[in-house]
């Protein structure tokens, strides 16, 4: 089957080690490889950021700035159709037609609005309760086969197959292809640098719990020497990991980011403790995002061409989305 590949990140805040190693690393790989005749489709869900308040300044801001850093980060607006849900009506159009045959039951199970909502459930928005459905539709929308995310984002796709499958059988069609995570396993959960029980996160008030892609080299160097630890020495097996999580999270960044084995790490250097670790990782580290940085910072200068670049590929994402939504209204029986 063709390859269609789609994913989305929330333009909130910037975007941090965690996003990149877990999705964008994927998102630009599947990108190079994708075979002739498959296609990409990368967004900005800003439709999904209104889930939580925020003024049009900044939000305008930040999609800017996740466009950006996207592109510095290696995705293509020349190979990929990269846009904001925004200016693609299709994808709140369809998430409407899809609420009615999303089950209550099904959002109740959502482990994210638990987490997001916390202990003011009845004060959250009523978004980030059907925000899963607007997310199935983002997928649904380009008949994806293929959804490179982080593992927070497992159970939404799994919601989203669900849905489609349920659809399908109760309107009688074969309208919607059901999408396949792919989650990369040595990154599929970055912790935060401050605790290691935590997911790195943009909405972690501590900006030293992330690594942001538009860090300097002195504030990469600072956050890693700054990262909670233990005292132990590094183990040669992995298992003694188990209990270690700021450890296990500090050794994960260093096998994603080098592309080895933890093992293999572990085999370097095991005996070492932290003290010799980490300055071996903030190079690394400095290394692989310091190009990135550069980029970004030239991308930044060039509002006008990055608006530009988001307009191109919101008119490539309508097109494409045309012909999946008018099936969805027809196998509804809402139009012709
Ligand atoms: P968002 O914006 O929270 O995160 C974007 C991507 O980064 C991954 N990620 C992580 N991976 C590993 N470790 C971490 N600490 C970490 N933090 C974030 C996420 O899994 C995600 O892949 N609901 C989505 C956005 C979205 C979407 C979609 C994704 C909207 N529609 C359709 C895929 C398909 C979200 O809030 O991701």
Known sequence: ???????????????????????????????????????????????????????????????????????????????????????????????????????????????????????????????????????????????????????????HLELARDIATKFNTDFEVDLFTLPEPIIPPAAARIMSLRDGSAKMSKSDPSDMSRINLSDDVDMVVQKIRKAKTDPAPLPDDPAELADRPEARNLVGIYAAMADEPVPAVLARFAGQGFGAFKPVLADLLVETLGPVKTRLDQLRDDPGELDRLLAAGAAQAREAAAPTLAGAYRAMGLRD
């Open 1 to 155: 089957m063709t390859q269609r590949i789609v994913s989305g990140i929330q333009p909130t805040g910037r975007l941090h080690l965690g996003n990149y190693l877990g999705a964008i690393r994927n998102w630009v790989r599947m990108q190079d490889a994708v075979a002739t005749g498959g296609r990409c489709f990368f967004f900005l869900a800003d439709l999904h950021s209104i889930s939580v308040h925020e003024d049009a300044a900044t939000r305008r801001a930040n999609v800017r700035e996740m466009a950006a850093a996207l592109i510095a980060a290696g995705v293509d607006p020349a190979r990929s159709t990269l846009f904001s849900q925004a200016q693609v009506p299709a994808h709140p159009e369809l998430a409407w037609l899809l609420n009615g045959t999303a089950r209550i039951g099904w959002l109740n199970r959502m482990t994210q609005f638990k987490e997001k909502s916390g202990k003011n459930r009845e004060g959250a928005s009523a978004a980030l309760y059907v925000y899963p459905v607007l997310q199935a539709a983002d997928v649904l929308l380009y008949q994806a086969t293929h959804v490179p995310v982080g593992e927070d984002q497992k159970q």
